[in-house]
């Protein structure tokens, strides 16, 4: 209202959620992959596939529900105190614990094809070589694989920074800009939610708020060509 604009606090926020989300989901997403193709069961596989297509089509705002009921007490009950300190529960790590889950499901789903169209030739070669189970996975699959999980750690990064009602649900929605997961955030995506309906009759406003948007869409281009050269150079390797 006073015509003083910035963005810094909204970018950070978006950053700090999608950087946590992605540390809570990249780690389980490929090892349970690995799981699920190398060493569980097909039929194990074959009734994971329909669950992951479920948890993808679930609605956001279903997250955010779930979010607000469940993870946003035990943070501000179980995980606050036990840093020794006192969270209302609507903060970062609510919103980085919802994004994480809300990405599984992508990331899961192309890891499990990224090892699926891997030639069953070369792990035999490489079994039939001396390596163990394990060492064929790891010298293997995840390099022969290894293009593919960039592009899966990049689809789940773009989705997390642009996704919307459901951090918008538990992260705080405060200006506020903290190193502590536990301090409320105001990301980008529910900047443009929150305001961009009723505050179009103000010309200033509505600029800022659409240059949000440009701000959304040039980051997320961004960490999609970064994570598109990062594949190009491994390919060639």
Not at 31 to 43: E, M, P
Not at 49 to 78: F, N, R, T
Not at 83 to 93: D, E, K, N, P, Q
Not at 154 to 163: D, N, R, T
């Amino acid at each position: 209202m006073k015509g003083e604009f910035g963005f810094m606090p909204f970018i950070y926020s978006s950053a700090y959620v999608t950087v946590l989300a992605f540390i809570l989901s990249a780690p389980l997403c490929l090892f349970a992959a690995i799981y699920l193709t190398q060493f569980g069961k097909h039929r194990l596989l074959q009734v994971m596939l329909p669950v992951i297509d479920i948890l993808a089509g679930i609605p956001s705002v279903v997250y955010g529900v779930w979010g607000v009921l469940v993870i946003v007490p035990a943070v501000a009950e179980y995980v606050a105190p036990l840093f020794g300190v006192a969270s209302s529960g609507y903060s970062l790590l609510s919103g980085g614990i919802v994004l994480a889950v809300m990405c599984i499901p992508y990331m899961l789903n192309m890891l499990i094809e990224v090892f699926q169209t891997i030639p069953v030739g070369m792990k035999e070669a490489s079994l039939s070589l001396g390596a163990t189970h394990w060492e064929m996975v790891k010298h293997v699959i995840i390099r022969k694989g290894f293009p593919g999980i960039l592009s899966a750690f990049g689809l789940g990064i773009a989705k997390a920074f642009g996704e919307t009602i459901a951090v918008l649900m538990v992260v705080g929605n405060t200006l506020d800009i903290s190193v502590s997961p536990f301090s409320p955030g105001y990301p980008l995506p529910a900047l443009i939610a929150n305001n961009y309906g009723e505050m179009m009759s103000i010309p200033d406003y509505d600029s800022a708020l659409m240059f949000a948007a440009l701000l959304l869409f040039v980051i997320i281009l961004i960490i999609n060509l970064f994570f598109r050269y990062f594949i190009h150079q491994t390919e060639k390797i």
